[in-house]
């Protein structure tokens, strides 16, 4: 697929974790000339030496056209296109520290999905607050159904990218498009963001049905409850409905619930089996990121007053030493309810 951008030669990928490789891989196959940045020097020092990223994204060969650096302020200097994957607890001083360098027609895409502790903003809204430069609408955010390891190899995906601003999110559309990676627009960034961000615990969940081994129709009532929770609160901060139908909302949701590759659902899983978190923390180098945002999206919808039942449960097991076992008992002898599709209970 060509590149229709022909005014942008050069991206700037800050984050070089599984996400942000893939991702800078699939612009630098497209022939774009790619500045990543990486915290970790041995990653700098693996990605020239081998072409490959052996901490984050082992065994797949990396394009010379990624050029890796430690040098932040020249990767966002000298590019006015940057993409931004790096943990949503760090995105805040990440901002900060990139603030006097990014140029005023900057568009910037985030491919973090998360909800800030305390103020409850999702990375468009960090971004947007840190970063006065850039103008709201040439923040782009990008989400769907994608583990990096599978873009990484070509699999076929698809996902959206939002933006207030529908010629921008075409840009981004085309210049992300591949023959393997479908890239849908959207005009709704919140919807995309809080479903990326919320389906991490509905998967912590999801993983706790399945190490608990207790089927196929738990699993299928837990997504299903989960999604109408993402829903609701999706609404409440303004988001069109209609996004929780699509590839960030249920295809996302369902992809994490479900892959081996989640982070968040084997988290989950090895809860349901019985591994405490020190235990689980100990053996994992990658952040799983629905342990962090189990709490900030407990906080946001206890702020809201909004009724999250699967939230809680997570939120309890993860923080409270509730068991697994206990949640899911809770959650079946709830109070009985109406099934509906309004806007307000669901």
């Known amino acids: 697929m060509k590149n229709i951008n022909d005014n942008i030669k050069k991206i700037g990928v800050i984050g070089a974790g599984s996400w942000g490789t893939a991702l800078a891989n699939l612009l630098a196959d497209k022939g774009y000339h790619v500045d990543l940045w990486a915290y970790e020097k041995e990653v700098v020092e693996d990605i020239i030496k081998q072409r490959e990223n052996r901490l984050f994204l082992p065994d797949i060969s990396l394009s010379e056209n990624i050029f890796p650096s430690d040098s932040l302020k020249s990767v966002v200097s000298e590019n006015t296109f940057l993409l931004i994957v790096v ?4 995105m805040r001083d990440m901002c900060k520290k990139i603030a006097s360098h990014v140029q005023e027609k900057t ?5 973090s999905k998360g909800i800030e502790d305390g103020t409850y903003l999702t990375m468009h809204g960090v971004i947007a607050e840190c970063i006065p430069a850039i103008d709201k609408d040439r923040i782009v955010v990008l989400s769907g ?3 990096a390891r599978e873009v990484a190899k070509k699999v076929p995906t698809a996902i959206s990218v939002a933006s207030k601003d529908r010629m921008t999110a075409e840009m981004v559309q085309h210049i992300f498009a591949t023959d393997y990676f479908r890239v849908y627009v959207s005009d709704d960034p919140i919807g995309l963001e809080l479903g990326g961000a919320v389906k991490n615990v509905i998967a912590i969940a999801a993983g ?9 129709n738990t699993r299928a009532a837990l997504i299903t409850r989960g999604l109408a929770e993402i ?30 590759l989640s982070r968040n659902y084997t988290v989950g899983k090895q809860l349901g089996q019985g591994m405490t978190m ?7 180098v990658t952040v799983a990121e629905g342990v962090r945002n ?3 999206v407990y906080h946001l919808a206890k702020s809201l007053d909004i009724e999250l039942p699967i939230i809680n449960e997570v939120y309890r097991a993860l923080y409270e030493n509730s068991s697994p076992a206990n949640a899911i008992a809770r959650l079946m002898t709830r109070p009985l309810g109406h099934e509906t599709i309004e806007l307000e209970e669901i």
């Open 294 to 296: 189990t709490s900030s």
């Open 208 to 216: 706790f049905v399945d190490g608990m081994q207790l089927g196929l």
């Open 107 to 111: 568009t910037m895409i985030t491919a």
């Open 87 to 90: 943990p949503s607890h760090t």
């Open 278 to 284: 020190a235990e689980i923390q100990d053996k994992r």
């Open 231 to 260: 829903r609701r609160l999706g609404i409440r901060m303004g988001a069109n409905p209609h996004t929780f139908a699509g590839l960030s909302g249920v295809g996302d949701l369902i992809l994490t619930c479900t892959g081996d």
């Open 145 to 147: 159904p994608s583990f």
